[in-house]
């Protein structure tokens, strides 16, 4: 700004003017009036900002203070400390309103750039029930579509939602599950800068070699492979092959205003009588400590750092190592982790029946650890998530095949229950087993603090209704799965509130049900949780063989 010669002069000038006012009062004993103390306030705060216009303000304010100064009484010496602090105060003032004005402004822009790209989708929603199965199709791309183009406060909340359907029908659920996370990479020159602030270390001095191009870049950050030579400064180590993730440039601060809009937005669906039941400032704020989860990639690593401690003595579960002190809340440098898609096993490699079984088991074991015993769940557990790693047998030295080993990846998303919630929910899935529809229906409307089902008792009915019609014949085939994604659907249409911690972890064990129903068709997660259940005098003694089994 000191290129504008113009206005550092005038600048100059009126930085001139202030002291010699400031040491005509010091040195007189006068103070000013009040509207003089006004002026040089903004005379010292607007001098500050080597601008042509402000600049001519300040040297005008200046002199005019200089010169209605003359006139004034004496007061105390004290009145030049007061002075200097409301110029201050000034400049701060001046200074936020400024910020704030511009924060304004592009907030008020995103809105109309978030109005106009919703619109079609706002336009077709009213219709989406009355025009057809294909224009309801045409409608859920549409919206799939435009959250991607909105960015990641909106894909992050889409990926949310898709795990709520008591609150979205299932067609949303199952559209908005496919969004696409991959967003364009940042620039290797702003790697390189983030990891350099984040440990005031050089890249050289960190790691031995950094591949430029990554691995992969999603909504929040971007992945690059490297090898790390230097974990604390000047300690060499052994060459380690590390994943080092970084967050994309100024996506808190856009996701941080997209949740501004969109909470905006909530208030407003809130007035309406009729909304009122989703209660959507709750679940903002659950979605807000999701999106806390995704952004801070030192929490993620907080997260690996406890589920590694749970999983310490599982020999065929793991998860990424975070390699300390090398984490912040913009970097995260994990241990790099090999392996295959759990996809692989589940839908193109045929055969190989002990493995896929091996998997069933594992999974649904590691589900129930996590909900039983730690109370910690890995609350995003698709099969995106999971890579699987097989050793292969040597000839001679093993007897047995090598049981397959089962790496669980992005745990920014957990879940944790109170102890009411898990009694509940785990007297929910009893139910669901052993298909008592109306116990069932009575642990759902257990499953939040707050309930505000208009009619309970239709609810009862209805859910026993059906739960007695899975029971015929014709519906052997049916799943456990299937019959709580019916039981969801019937919760949408009651507005049976169902804490978001709790339908997470419902929504979980579906997703984990599903993948493990194509991996071993024969076997059920449900069934073994029902067993367990069963071993014990479940209604009294769950907390304490859950206690026992964590004890020291």
């Known amino acids: 700004m000191h290129s504008f010669s113009a206005s550092y002069i005038l600048s100059n000038e009126a930085k001139v003017a202030w002291r010699k006012l400031l040491s005509m009062e010091t040195n007189g004993g006068q ?13 010292l705060a607007l001098s500050r900002y080597q601008l042509l216009a402000p600049s001519m303000l300040a040297l005008i304010a200046g002199k005019f203070s200089g010169g209605q100064s003359k006139c004034t009484h004496a007061d105390s010496l004290a009145a030049t400390s007061t002075l200097y602090d409301h110029a201050q105060n000034g400049h701060v003032y001046l200074a936020s309103f400024a910020f704030s004005l511009v924060e304004a402004i592009i907030i008020f822009l995103r809105a109309i750039y978030l109005a106009i790209i919703f619109s079609p989708c706002v336009v077709m929603a009213p219709f989406a029930n009355s025009l057809g199965v294909e224009f309801r199709k045409s ?74 191009e990554p691995v992969a ?84 690593a907080a997260h690996l750092s406890r589920f590694i401690y749970n999983f310490r003595r599982w020999k065929d579960v793991s ?8 984490v912040h809340p913009a970097v995260l440098v994990e241990t790099y982790e090999h392996g295959q898609s759990i996809l692989h096993y589940v839908d ?12 069933a088991h594992i999974g649904s074991h590691a589900l ?118 019916q039981l969801l659907e019937l919760v ?4 049976v509130n169902i804490d978001g911690n709790v339908c997470t972890v419902i929504v979980t064990t579906m997703v984990l049900e599903g993948w493990q129903r194509k991996l071993d068709p024969d076997y059920n997660v449900l069934d073994t949780l029902k067993a367990m259940m069963f071993k014990v005098d479940w209604a009294e003694s769950l907390s304490y063989t859950i206690e026992g089994l964590v004890a020291p």
């Open 139 to 212: 409608w859920l791309s549409i919206l799939r579509r435009t959250l991607e183009m909105a960015g990641p406060a909106f894909i992050k909340w889409g990926q949310w939602a898709a795990t709520r359907p008591d609150l979205f029908p299932q067609d949303i659920c199952t559209e908005l599950a496919q969004l696409h996370s991959q967003a364009p990479a940042h620039s290797f020159a702003f790697t390189k800068q983030t990891v350099e602030k984040a440990f005031g270390r050089k890249l050289g001095e960190i790691f031995e070699k950094f591949e430029e």
């Open 368 to 485: 129930l650890k996590m909900l039983l015993v730690d109370n910690f769940v890995h609350a995003d557990m698709h099969p995106g998530n999971i890579l699987v790693r097989i050793n292969k047998r040597i000839p001679g030295k093993q007897l047995f095949e090598s049981r397959p080993h089962v790496v669980f990846l992005d745990v920014g998303m957990t879940a944790e229950l109170s102890k009411r919630d898990r009694v509940n929910i785990l007297e929910f899935f009893k139910a669901v087993a052993l298909r008592d529809g109306r116990t069932a229906a009575q642990c759902t409307l257990q499953l939040s603090e707050n309930q505000n089902c208009p009619n309970p008792g239709a609810f009862v009915k209805e859910v026993e209704k059906q739960f007695n019609s899975w029971g015929s014949p014709e519906s052997s085939t049916l799943h456990a799965a299937d019959c709580m994604q």
């Open 319 to 326: 998860f990424p190592k975070p390699l300390y002190p090398l």
């Open 492 to 495: 949408r249409h009651h507005k």
């Open 348 to 359: 193109k490699l045929e055969g190989h029946d002990s493995i896929k079984t091996s998997l």
């Open 31 to 43: 103070a000013l009036s009040h509207i003089n103390k006004a002026a040089a306030a903004v005379c």
């Open 217 to 300: 870049s999603g909504s929040v950050a971007q992945v690059h492979r490297a090898t790390l030579k230097f974990r604390y400064p000047g300690h060499p180590m052994k060459p380690k092959l590390v994943a080092v993730k970084v967050r994309h440039p100024g996506v808190g601060e856009a996701i941080r205003r997209d949740f501004m809009i969109i909470n905006v937005f909530a208030k407003i669906l809130n007035l309406i009588p009729t909304l009122k039941w989703l209660r959507l400032d709750e679940s903002l704020q659950q979605f807000a400590v999701f999106m806390m989860s995704q952004v801070d990639l030192a929490r993620e």
